[in-house]
């Protein structure tokens, strides 16, 4: 079974300064791995995917995040945090592309002005 | 073009009753996910649809918990005899058909209904 860990349930950063957003995997076969966003009362938006190509994955709005499978990571980073970042970020993982998504317990991101 | 819907987006009902929630999906998708998520938790996997058929209902906590997709686009999660732990936001999402190999085909979320017991 697969499962993902994010660290750190909360995380604040000033507007401007760099955004890391932690996330681990367990898979037993190499997995596709996402990073969601969910702003206040509306539904999950995908930022960006790993389907094994490239590791270094570019999303919307700036975001990116890097496959280390050395590491079982895949961190989301933003150089430069805007106030319209303020949200809820969520790592998931799936085995095969088009199957059930297992996600982790979300880190909500707060942006100081 | 219009995305998921679920209606209602809010439901309160009481403890012991009946309540049914609506997904529609985006037009042409045929694989529908049903999640839930609980308050201060990442969305939990329910069942997923793949044309009428369930594919997979692993996630389902008990057979009070019951989906159909009777033709195949809009799905109706039901619930019976409603307990207080069933409160949550209920999140459906679709996809375009199955993709074979390493391919991948994105989920796209509806907004959820939000279930209150009471």
């Known amino acids: 079974a697969q499962s993902v860990t994010q660290l750190g349930s909360h995380v604040s950063v000033s507007e401007g300064a760099l955004v890391l957003l932690r996330c681990n995997y367990s898979?037993?076969?190499?997995?596709?791995l996402f990073w969601y966003v969910q702003y206040p009362n509306q539904g999950l938006q995908l930022l960006l995917k790993?389907?094994?190509?490239?590791?270094l994955v570019k999303g919307i709005n700036g975001f990116e995040a890097e496959f280390k499978k050395s590491e079982t990571s895949f961190h989301l980073t933003k150089p430069s945090a805007h106030m319209s970042d303020a949200a809820e970020y969520f790592c998931a993982v799936s085995v095969f592309g088009n199957e059930k998504l297992t996600f982790g317990t979300g880190t909500r991101l707060t942006i100081i002005p | 073009g219009a995305g998921v819907s679920q209606t209602p987006s809010n439901k309160v009902t009481e403890k012991g009753k009946y309540v049914e929630l609506r997904c529609d999906p985006i037009?042409?998708?045929?694989?529908l996910y049903w999640y839930r998520q609980s308050l201060g938790q990442g969305p939990e996997f329910l069942i997923y649809?793949?044309?009428?058929?369930?594919?997979?209902d692993s996630g389902l906590p008990n057979d009070r918990f019951f989906a159909v997709r009777p033709e195949g686009s809009v799905s109706t999660l039901k619930i019976q005899r409603t307990e207080r732990g069933d409160s949550a936001v209920y999140l459906c999402?679709?996809?375009?058909?199955?993709?074979?190999?390493?391919?991948?085909?994105?989920?796209?979320f509806g907004p959820g209904t939000r279930l209150t017991v009471l």
């Open positions: 649809f793949q044309g009428t058929g369930a594919a997979d």
């Open positions: 999402a679709s996809s375009l058909t199955l993709a074979s190999g390493r391919g991948y085909n994105e989920q796209f």
């Open positions: 898979s037993s076969v190499p997995p596709y």
């Open positions: 037009s042409g998708h045929t694989a």
């Open positions: 790993y389907t094994s190509a490239a590791t």
